[in-house]
């Protein structure tokens, strides 16, 4: 499968622990992108790399939420001291450097599975 | 980014066309109108992408008029397996990365 591929599926964890999470992009694809998804609402942007850098982060990425991508391929995001508020789908997505524009595909992006996340 | 808006849900048999109109009426010149599908417990997924007049791949066509404030995704004889929700972004295309706004999108349920 050359997919994007998360790990785990799912988590569920107790207020106040740590967890981390894991995306492997298109080996390909040298931007990768987190978002979470709440039931009943569209994924929301948290952050974006392009290789290893951390090129954009949203409002909704607290100081408790960290994200790395150290050689450019795969990503972590993690959350310290979890809240029962962070309890979501958190979603990856990979697209590569040069997005088909011609075919009508600029801004295609592929998205994993995601990981559900669950904070008692 | 120029907001839109769809209708919640929307019902149809087996066989049917669909079409889900999206509204957004403060589309940018350089913005281009596109539309995602996901599954329950999956992520989104691509089907379709245009700037005007109509657009058609073996998934879907999509229909924008000449003022290109709104669209409509049409669905060729919907299937049990197009149940899902549907998403329509307003973007530039820019060619370069550029983070996608969802809005809460359309739930589609297709039954018999």
């Known amino acids: 499968d050359t997919g994007v591929s998360q790990d785990p599926r799912h988590k569920i964890t107790k207020r106040g622990q740590n967890v981390t999470f894991r995306c492997d992009p298109i080996s390909e694809h040298n931007r990768l992108y987190w978002y979470r998804q709440t039931l009943g609402q569209g994924p929301e942007f948290l952050t974006y790399f392009q290789n290893e850098a951390q090129l954009e982060k949203s409002r909704l990425l607290s100081d408790r939420f960290s994200a790395e991508r150290p050689k450019g391929s795969f990503s972590t995001l993690e959350i310290q001291r979890t809240e029962q508020g962070d309890s979501a789908m958190y979603l990856c997505?990979?697209?590569?450097?040069?997005?088909?524009?011609?075919?009508?595909?600029?801004?295609?992006?592929?998205f994993g599975p995601g990981t559900r996340l669950t904070v008692l | 980014l120029a907001k839109t808006t769809q209708p919640i849900s929307m019902d149809s048999y087996e066989g049917q066309e669909v079409n889900i109109t999206c509204s957004h009426n403060n589309i940018a010149t350089n913005d281009y109108i596109t539309w995602y599908q996901q599954f329950p417990s999956q992520g989104p997924r691509f089907i379709i992408q245009?700037?005007?007049t109509k657009v058609t791949n073996e998934v879907a066509s999509l229909f924008i008029p000449a003022d290109r404030k709104s669209s409509t995704l049409s669905l060729p004889r919907v299937s049990l397996s197009d149940t899902a929700v549907y998403y329509c972004?307003?973007?530039?295309?820019?060619?370069?990365?550029?983070?996608?706004?969802f809005g809460t999108g359309t739930r589609l349920q297709v039954t018999l």
């Open positions: 245009g700037y005007k």
């Open positions: 997505a990979s697209s590569p450097k040069n997005p088909g524009l011609a075919g009508g595909r600029g801004n295609e992006q592929f």
């Open positions: 972004l307003v973007g530039a295309q820019t060619g370069t990365a550029s983070k996608l706004t």
